[in-house]
């Protein structure tokens, strides 16, 4: 099974044990990988649900559903301060392989970037390719950019068990040692982490006592000084590596 190819689809293309394949999907079966009719590949609805699928004269038939066990055992959302240029686009590729369930895309008072539209539409193909690629049950969710103080007195933030802040210049205990102890809280409910990490210029103080003040605990990610992209890379292989250890 894990030789074969992955693509992602929407719910509203399964009827009847049938998979509608979008034309660019056929494009990318037939074309891309060289699928031909009879060819087995991997449909995943980045949800959770897969199945084994097999392709027809036209379209695709449905052969068996399939279980995923990729997942990390509790939800992680990263709420990154946009960093310059692309670097964006590598932390939600390598942050989807990872394992991450949501991405927040923030607007500090320190960020130089400032997103088109079209920025928000593309990391959202990317995580879909990232999510095919490490072969996960579930597309992360890129939410829309907000500012700051919007996601963290929003709804997911206020409804999260446990928030972090990495502040790079504070005498704060590591990531790792504050971490909860409990890992699964039982099963119908996953434990749900909230990880913020700041711009090039670092948070505002103002910004770091808001965060303070609505529940997160902040956070150091070791001696150095990590750049921007790459501080939600490493706060994320360290949950990782924690949830699964
Ligand atoms: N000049 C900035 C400062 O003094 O805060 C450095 C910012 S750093 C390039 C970008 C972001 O990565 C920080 O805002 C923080 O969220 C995170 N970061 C980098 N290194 C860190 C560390 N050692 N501990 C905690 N957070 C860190």
Redesign the pocket.
Known sequence: MSQLQRIAITSSQLQSGEIFLTKEQQHYLGNVLRLHEGDKFIAMDGFGSGWLAQLTAEQAEILEPLQFKTELPASVTLMVALPKGNAFDDIVRVCTEVGVSCIAPAVSARTLLNPSPQKLERWRRIAIEAAEQSERAFVPTILEPTSVVSFISGDLSSSTHHKFI????GDYPHLLSCLPKEKIINDQQQMSLIIA???????TGKELESAVNLGFEP??????????VT?PIFALSVVGAFLES
């Open positions: 990495c502040d790079a210049r990490t700041g711009p090039e210029g670092g948070w956070v150091s990610l070791g001696k150095r000084i990590l750049r921007a501080a």
